[in-house]
Structures are given as C-alpha cells and as structure tokens.
C-alpha cells in the first residue's frame, strides 16, 4: 500500500507516528513565527515611541536684548540659551527669556 501512487497526498494513518525531524522543525518554524512578530510589534512600538518624543531644543517665548545690542549668533543648553553679540555672550533661561550672565570676550577684535 505504500508504493501505492494513489495513496501519495493522503494523511498518515494514526498508526504511523510522526518523525522526530519534522517534529523539531514544526516546533522550530512556530517559534520563529513567535520570535519575528514579537520582534516587529517591538520595533514598531520603538518608533511610534521615538517619534513622538519632542526633539530639539526648548526655546523661550521671547528674549528681550539689551539696548544696543544685536544678535551675531544663537545656541541652546540644557536649560539656557546662549546669544553672541560682538565682544560678549549673553546667558538667558530657556524658561522665561531672564539674563542669567554676561561674559566678556577677551581679546575679540572688530574687523
């Protein structure tokens, strides 16, 4: 019966156990399965969570220059924001726009 041709796609009786090979491999390829979805539901959880996080920098409402005084350059701390105005650097809070600190640049020349 088992040369039969007719008898090639039917399903093993239940008096023929299944091998151990295709045994490990079905529980291989769930496993897998399991491991890829878990997998991609991580990665889109990741970025769904990365691009909703707020990315650069707080910046204040408004910042109030002194008199005279005209803004050459502009960078960002954690909590300050840094304006470059000729011979000094002026330090305000990123919160409310309040001078923090004057620094006087040494040494600077006027081109």
């Known amino acids: 019966m088992r040369d039969d041709p007719s008898n090639l ?6 008096d023929l156990p299944e091998p151990a090979n295709l045994r490990f491999l079905r529980r291989l ?3 897998l399965t399991v491991v890829m979805i878990a997998g991609v539901v991580t990665v ?3 970025l ?5 996080a707020p990315s650069g920098p707080v910046l204040p ?7 005279g005084i005209e803004a050459e350059a ?14 000094e650097i002026l330090i305000f809070d990123s919160g409310d726009g309040a ?8 040494g600077a020349t006027a081109d």
């Open 9 to 14: 796609g039917a399903e093993p009786g239940p």
């Open 99 to 106: 001078l923090r600190q004057r620094i006087a640049i040494t």
């Open 48 to 52: 769904v969570i990365r691009l909703k």
């Open 74 to 87: 502009v960078t960002f701390g954690r909590g300050w924001t840094a304006v470059v105005a000729g011979d």
């Open 61 to 67: 409402s408004e910042i109030a220059l002194p008199d």
């Open 29 to 31: 390829v769930t496993v």
């Open 44 to 46: 889109i959880t990741l």
